[in-house]
């Protein structure tokens, strides 16, 4: 029983490192202070929207610490969304706050970060080359549902993101776009789109065909 007692706080500590070595790899933003004050200013200005630690709501605003999310989106991204907001959406700019303040908000977002960041490799990836006729049936059949059938959103009726707006596409990256769509966002009605385990198991061709008939959309510069 002694010897249990003494194993037991180790292994807890053990885990509590473990939990915590991936979050401070590469991250110099997530000194504690910072974090802190982050959660301060997200309390006053964004989580009437975003609600309790970000989690989001379906068809009102995404979650700002979903893990795909995290490890995909860089810093840039997200400072960039937040100045700037997403204009004929939800989202409104802060550029009021500024720059010390929107990268305080990001360190607390990054606090959540489970997955290793990989935002530098996806936004790397090669621009998108596709079919716009073929993507438009795609994204019509399938991505309309909870997009809009022009990608305008939530002012659409639906219950994903305005991914056919210049608000988002201006700031993401083929290769954000991408793993998005393959890989989905867990605990959020964006699924995977490839493998068996996909809501519609699209070949990498037929993304590259989304993507290409995103970027044409009347809307979207
Ligand atoms: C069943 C509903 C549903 C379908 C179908 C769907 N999405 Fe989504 N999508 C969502 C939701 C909900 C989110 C936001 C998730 C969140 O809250 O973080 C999202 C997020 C996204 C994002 C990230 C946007 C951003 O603002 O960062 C992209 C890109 C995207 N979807 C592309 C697509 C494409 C392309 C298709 C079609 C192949 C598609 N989605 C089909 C529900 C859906
Ligand atoms: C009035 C509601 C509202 C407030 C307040 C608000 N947001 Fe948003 N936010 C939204 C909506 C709606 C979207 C999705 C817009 C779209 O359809 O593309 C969004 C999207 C985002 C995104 C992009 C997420 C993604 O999945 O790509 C980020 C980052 C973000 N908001 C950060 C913030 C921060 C930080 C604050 C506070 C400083 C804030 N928001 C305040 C409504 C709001």
Same mark, same amino acid.
């Given at each position: 029983?002694?010897?249990?007692?003494?194993?037991?706080? @180790?292994?807890?500590?053990? *885990?509590?490192? *473990? =939990?915590?070595?991936? =979050?401070?790899?590469?991250?110099?933003?997530?000194?504690?202070?910072?974090?802190?004050?982050?959660?301060?200013?997200?309390?006053?200005?964004?989580?009437?929207?975003?609600?309790?630690?970000? *989690?989001?709501?379906?068809?009102?605003?995404?979650?700002?610490?979903?893990?795909? =999310? =995290?490890? *995909?989106?860089?810093? @840039?991204?997200?400072?960039?969304?937040?100045?700037?907001?997403?204009?004929?959406?939800g989202m409104p700019p802060f550029a009021h706050l500024g720059h010390k303040k929107i990268k305080a908000l990001v360190a607390y977002f990054r606090s959540f970060e489970i997955l290793p960041n990989r935002?530098?490799?996806?936004?790397?990836?090669?621009?998108?080359?596709?079919?716009p006729r073929l993507g438009r049936f795609w994204f019509e059949q399938i991505c309309a549902t909870c997009h809009g059938v022009k990608g305008d959103g939530y002012l659409a009726g639906g219950t994903g993101t305005a991914i056919g707006r210049p608000g988002f596409l201006n700031k993401a990256s083929d290769g954000f776009i991408r793993v998005t769509v393959k890989e989905g966002r867990s605990n959020t009605r964006m699924l995977g789109f490839s493998g068996s385990n996909g809501l519609a198991n699209l070949t990498d061709q037929e993304i590259d065909d989304v993507i290409t008939y995103m970027r044409d959309l009347p809307d979207s510069q």
């Open positions: 029983m002694k010897r249990l007692r003494i194993i037991q706080p @180790k292994a807890g500590l053990l *885990i509590t490192l *473990i =939990l915590l070595a991936p =979050l401070n790899a590469g991250h110099a933003d997530t000194d504690p202070a910072m974090v802190k004050e982050g959660e301060k200013l997200y309390q006053a200005n964004c989580v009437f929207c975003h609600q309790a630690d970000a *989690i989001g709501k379906a068809g009102f605003a995404p979650s700002l610490t979903n893990p795909e =999310l =995290l490890s *995909i989106a860089s810093d @840039k991204f997200f400072m960039g969304t937040i100045r700037d907001g997403r204009a004929g959406t935002s530098a490799e996806v936004d790397a990836q090669p621009e998108a080359h596709g079919d």
